[in-house]
């Protein structure tokens, strides 16, 4: 029985793409079925080329896709194909979760929740087509429609130490990369966050739980990581969710002598604990990338960030104190966004000195329609565009088609020629690279911003007054959007 696991690339540039690694999800998975005797490989396509990709699915007997929404009409393509020719076909992701009854027309079974806690039972019941709904949160066809089991609230996730061999390409990859840019192997020691905020996925997916690997095996495994590479990006989605945790391990390493180039998620409130912040920088952490999400309270509010911008200034001056690279993350179009706030995001950047700022449009899905957007103010029409930089919603206070371009000039302000040659001026030449490689991502993202601003601009042309959006004008247009917006 052969398996192949399967991650696309998505067809527009995103910040993800920046990483040159696979999803964390990926590497679990195809390690826990490995675990149980499976003969696995995964494909990933940032190291893999396409025709090596669909020449290995067809010579499987069983092909898992992770599916994001931005490269999920590339997989539905993939696995249709496969499908037709005799193939077995599982989805799992972030996108499967809340487009389920789109995803299962294009795929046999889906997973609905950390995919590496069910995948050896799942995969063991497909190869022996045996019933799957004895396992928790999956998903099927039965007699025309798609039936669901619940998800098992003390599921155990993967256990163990990661083997990077499984993932096609990827040793050589960081083998090669490492010497002329950054090759980081993606690491994970916790999962979940504490907090809800209104706007991120992590607290459905994850069950609104916080998982934390025991102290010992997340070092071995991270021992094992560094004889590829010192490069180290954790994908924790909060790395301080238990300090206590992050204080045994960070310890831990120390005790072990062991030295890295990391860097982690966190929130604001790290900036509390000084002790805590020398010892990572003594282990390693070098960058720290920060939600700050605005700089306007009001909106922090809406996103139930719990935080206002004036603590999230301090923490970011507190981190540069300790020697961290800062990275922050903004989410524009929420709440009253108007043309005055939209202007500022990357003077905020630049007056905070940080690193790498990313500036995202607010991706609205469809569990948070109802109260955080009404399903009428929605047009997504295309997967492929939810990377984040695409709009598809009508602001009330400013038009989509402003909001979409001010993105685009936010990222090419803050990563401009002059701030590259400023670097370059100061000696930091691998800063300098870092910028000119960030400009030309979305150098490359407004050739295709600017060929999807002309569709925004003739879909909001006669519903706003100005800048205000007319709801009466709203609700009597058609607006076309994916069944799930409906």
């Given amino acids: 029985m052969k398996i192949a696991i399967v991650q696309l690339q998505p067809e527009f540039p995103d910040f993800w793409g920046i ?79 809340y487009f389920l009854e789109d995803a299962m027309q294009h795929c046999d079974y889906a997973v609905l929740c950390d995919a590496e ?13 045996q019933p799957v709904d004895s396992i928790p949160a999956v998903a099927w066809h039965e007699n025309g429609t798609v039936r669901k089991t619940a998800p098992d609230p003390q599921a155990q996730r993967y256990q163990g130490i990661t083997n990077l061999e499984l993932i096609k390409g990827y040793p050589e990859s960081i083998r090669r990369r490492k010497w002329t840019g950054w090759a980081p192997v993606v690491f994970q020691a916790t999962r979940g966050c504490p907090f809800h905020c209104s706007f991120c996925v992590t607290p459905e997916l994850f069950n609104r739980q916080f ?8 070092v071995t495994d991270l021992k094992d990581k560094l004889r590829y590479t010192k490069d180290v990006y954790f994908v924790d989605n909060n790395f301080g969710g238990n300090l206590k945790f992050v204080h045994q391990f960070c310890e831990e390493l120390a005790r072990e002598g062991i030295r890295m180039n990391a860097t982690a998620y966190v929130r604001y409130e790290f900036a509390h604990h000084p002790d805590l912040l020398d ?13 700050i999400e605005s700089f306007v309270d009001g909106t922090l509010h809406d996103l139930d960030k719990r935080q206002s911008f004036a603590a999230v200034r301090d923490a970011i001056r507190v981190f540069q104190k300790h020697g961290f690279q800062t990275t922050g993350t903004f989410i524009m179009g929420v709440g009253n966004e108007t043309p005055e706030t939209a202007v500022r995001y990357a003077d905020v950047a630049i007056k905070l000195d940080l690193d790498y700022a990313f500036f995202f449009v607010l ?15 929605t047009f997504l029409t295309e997967f492929r565009r939810g990377t984040g930089h695409f ?25 401009s020629v002059g701030r590259i040659a ?34 925004v601009r003739n879909l909001e042309a006669d519903i706003y007054d100005g800048d ?12 076309p959007k994916l069944a799930s917006y409906h």
């Fill in 117 to 129: 806690s069910v995948a050896a039972r799942l995969f063991h019941a497909v190869a022996a087509n």
């Fill in 468 to 479: 205000q959006l007319n709801l009466e004008a709203l609700r009597h247009k058609k607006v």
């Fill in 211 to 218: 998982y934390v690997r025991p102290v010992e095996e997340v």
């Fill in 391 to 415: 709009i598809f919603f009508f602001p009330q206070s400013i038009r989509p088609s402003h909001l979409q371009d001010e993105m685009v000039r936010a990222h090419l302000k803050f990563y």
């Fill in 19 to 97: 990483v040159p690694a696979p999803r964390y999800g990926v590497i679990t998975v195809t390690n826990a079925l490995a675990q149980v005797g499976f003969n696995v490989t995964a494909y990933v396509e940032k190291l893999v080329r396409y025709g090596e990709i669909k020449r290995s699915a067809r010579e499987a007997d069983i092909i898992g896709f992770s599916v994001l929404s931005p490269n999920a009409e590339r997989t539905y393509a993939l696995a249709d194909n496969m499908r037709r020719i005799g193939k077995k076909v599982i989805f799992g992701g972030s996108h499967v979760y």
């Fill in 279 to 291: 010892l990572m920088r003594r282990v390693g952490f070098n960058r720290l990338l920060v939600g």
């Fill in 422 to 455: 400023s670097r370059l001026l100061r000696g930091r030449f691998k800063d300098a690279a870092q910028l000119v490689y960030h400009r030309l991502l979305f150098l490359r993202l407004r050739q295709h911003v600017n060929r999807y601003l002309r569709y």
């Fill in 363 to 377: 991706a609205v899905y469809p569990h948070m329609c109802p109260e955080f957007m009404p399903k009428e103010r």
